[in-house]
């Protein structure tokens, strides 16, 4: 294990401020430098395109793995993009933040234990291990066994994360605001508050057992998941005790053939329409590293229920009607259900309506070909971001959707993004039709 990986976390108030301030100053001097480049060769630069640089996307990169905590988090929701928005080489960079954070060095690590669970807590287990089979935005990970050979998984979270994440977001939203990414006008004040209270509750270890136990009973005995049980003798708030469930990363899929990974994304794309239509309940972080893969047994492992969460009644039926009107190819159904999910404002369709209607002339023609739909065919993204970009470019007309359908469309575009890593076939109109309850005269049998 490379020594690089270990950093202390920096769990004191000054000492995190001092980390952001270090980021903004090397953010503005990469675009300083960069703007002198480009001016030198007779360009104009905007600053959005002086940002957007792959040198800065490295040093944020770099700078919230270190810091970890609320500033991660918030950069591993920008990384889950598929490409069709960021530029890919930016893409490609910030998922470093999916499952590259540094690790608590030991002498760290043996503190944070001894204040959970006493100085003596080593004779708890036959065997603990010292260096983290994972580590992420809040916690890494560890394996213990037990004196009776049960095998554990140990979430530990990072020190000082949880005093850490009001503070977090309101850096991350202030530099956010000075790289003039947002508009002024744009209210994001709800959605800073929400984003508090939800990474308050995903650093509650107590509760993510509790949603673990809960999913665990809506999920029953599917023969396509797996889940570990939480250990509540050795949880805490801060510590999470777990069944060690031996599986692969869900990336090595993309190897398994074409059979085995459209029946894998058939059952967690159709995992997602039942949390949203059937659960009511959602696990709202698709993080790749959440998801494990058992080759053997073709079982899915689901891991971290720390953003597990209902999913209001109203959002739901917003969705419901939104996928019907695709489904029913019904242009005028769909920009209603568009407007009352919150995808676009008022603003945008009075001002942009033409532009949105033809990128949903795009999206219809690609979504109704008959058969199994084809993640890997991406020939409408183009065409659809010629559209949406108009539309973006207008910042006047800006809006933020509703909380809870921000939390729902993050595990939907992510499980679809999944799908397309993996290059996917499934029936997806049937799917839809049948989870919704819609008659579906368009598909093909």
């Known amino acids: ?57 490295m040093r944020v990169a770099d700078q919230l793995s270190r810091l970890r905590g609320a500033a991660m988090k918030l950069g591993q929701m920008i990384s889950l993009d598929a490409g069709d928005v960021l530029p890919r080489e930016l893409t490609e960079i910030l998922a470093r933040l999916r499952d590259n954070a540094h690790f608590m060095p030991p002498a760290q690590l043996e503190r944070v234990l001894a204040a959970e669970w006493g100085a003596g807590w080593r004779r708890r287990f036959r065997s603990f291990q010292a260096t983290p089979i994972a580590a992420a935005s809040i916690g890494q990970v560890h394996r213990a066994v037990l004196p009776d050979g049960r095998v554990l998984a140990i979430k530990v979270q990072y020190p000082g994360i949880a005093r850490s994440i009001d503070a977090d977001v309101d850096n991350v939203a202030s530099l956010l605001r000075m790289s003039g990414l947002l508009p002024a006008t744009l209210d994001v004040a709800p959605l800073l508050a929400e984003a508090k209270r939800q990474l308050h509750e995903e650093a509650d270890y107590r509760r993510e057992a509790e949603m673990m136990r809960r999913y665990g009973a809506l999920i029953g005995d599917d023969p396509r998941f797996l889940l ?54 959602m696990q709202t972080d698709p993080n790749f590293a959440n998801f494990r893969w058992q080759p053997d047994s073709r079982r899915i492992v689901l891991l971290d229920f720390g953003a597990a969460r209902a999913v209001p009644e109203a959002t739901a039926s917003a969705y419901r009607r939104l996928l019907g009107a695709g489904l029913a190819e019904d242009r005028d159904a769909l920009r209603a259900a568009l407007l009352d999910v919150g995808f676009i404002s008022a603003a945008q369709l009075a001002r942009h309506g033409a532009a949105l209607d033809r990128a949903l002339d795009v999206l219809i023609g690609h979504l109704g070909r008959p058969g199994l739909f084809d993640f890997a065919d991406r020939s409408f993204v183009e065409r659809v971001r010629a559209e949406v970009e108009q539309i973006a470019a207008d910042r006047a007309s800006w809006h933020i959707p509703p909380v809870d359908t921000l939390f729902v469309q993050r595990k939907v575009s992510g499980t679809a993004l999944l799908a397309i890593r993996m290059k996917a076939r499934v029936p997806l109109r049937e799917m839809v039709a049948d989870a919704i309850g819609a008659k579906n005269d368009h598909i093909a049998v």
């Open 1 to 57: 294990m490379s020594e690089s990986r270990y950093r202390k976390v920096p769990s004191a108030r000054l000492s995190r401020i001092a980390a952001f301030g270090q980021l903004a100053g090397g953010v503005a001097g990469g675009v300083l430098a960069e703007g002198a480049r480009r001016l030198a060769r007779g360009e104009a630069p905007k600053l959005s395109d002086l940002l957007l640089t792959p040198g800065n996307a």
């Open 228 to 281: 570990p049980r939480p250990h509540d003798d050795l949880c805490s708030a801060s510590v999470l005790a777990m069944d060690f469930i031996d599986a692969r990363p869900v990336d090595l899929l993309a190897a398994a053939p074409q059979d085995v990974r459209d029946e894998a994304m058939g059952a967690l794309l159709g995992l997602t329409l039942r949390e949203l239509f059937g659960f009511g309940f």
